[in-house]
């Protein structure tokens, strides 16, 4: 019987320590939810009932196609691993890799596009590839005059996972690259840390060139040439905004990424906020206990009134600068009935009352 996708690495590598536990990068939501939405499609078609997948992850599956979504890579990783364990999908990876266009990779897709040479899009993808849901380590390398690599290590020294991600990777980079510069684009050379896979000759029939399995590193090898090859789509300034877009996702307002639970908890008040939900009602949704999210709020350095004012605050912020509803309507959408409670809370949120924000904003 086919082994699934990624079953060498799970067989041959590991995965993370227990020192992850204590990473607070381990935690830090931060990645797209694109592979889980790639892997829950596969399921469906496969009529493959997914709902222990998301068990303790403090996610549901409706979540996990929201654009906006940042998880972590705790809980991206054990979506992964669990999917894998379920699939009777040898080569899962390269399936969802060869179906990736540079549309798919959003702002840094417009980035890419419109950047002055294929070198100038490949910086790019590297340096911002963690908006696109990439779990790997990326790095650029000038391996001789003639050649330069496209080089991914693993997280945490989760090897275990390396064969998925390595084949959605080295794919998807592929038709990407492809799709920039034109299909006469082929590597030199894939190399792979972990053993020849049973389909190895999917890979070849993908890539096209030389495979090594059981390497010091992954790497994709190209021609260096490549590199100046100029984009008929080049934009400066359309380039220089979409970085800007790119540099905003990577850190959101600025700062380190969330940990995972101040995210979940972010998105449930979001959802709910008419309804005022309080923490147990929060707790609960998340299958905790009040004193257990208490906790892990906690420990992220956070508290949940401090949360939900500050989604309320920018909800209200977002409707006050669309003009569209009275103060009174405002108040009521992020869960006040009286609106006299609204505007005091709204001058204890931001310094100012909700008239004068509307008209700052005009």
Known sequence: MARPAGMIGLSHGVGPSLACADDPRYTAAEFPSNKLLYLMQLADARGIDARAW???????????????????????????????????????GLRIGSEGTIG???????????????GEAMQSGI????ICGCLLDLSFEVVDAHAVALVASPQFGDTALLPFFCEELFASSLMISRELVGPELRPLRVE??????????????LFQCELRFGMPQNRLLIDARWLAHPLPGYNPLTAKQALALCAQQRTPDGGEPHQEIVAAVERLLRSQLRQQPKLNDVARTLNLSERSLRRKL?????????????????????????GTLSVAEIGSEVGFSDP???????????????????????
């Open 340 to 362: 006299r409670e609204f505007r005091r809370a709204f001058k204890r949120w931001t310094g100012m009352p909700p008239q004068d924000a509307r008209r700052a904003a005009t």
């Open 127 to 130: 340096r911002y590839h963690k």
């Open 54 to 92: 998301f068990a303790g992850l403090a996610l549901s599956r409706a979540q996990i196609a929201d654009p906006a979504l940042r998880v972590s890579y705790r809980q991206a990783s054990t979506f992964v691993r669990r999917a894998l364990a379920a699939l009777d999908v040898p080569d899962a």
């Open 298 to 322: 906690a420990e992220s350095g956070r508290i949940f009134r401090e949360i939900h004012d500050r989604v309320r605050a920018e909800r209200a912020l977002q409707l006050l600068q669309a």
């Open 104 to 118: 798919g990779f959003g702002l840094l897709g417009l980035a890419m596009m419109t950047s002055r040479s294929f």
């Open 192 to 205: 792979l840390s972990y053993p020849r896979p049973d389909y190895a000759d999917a890979y070849a029939g």
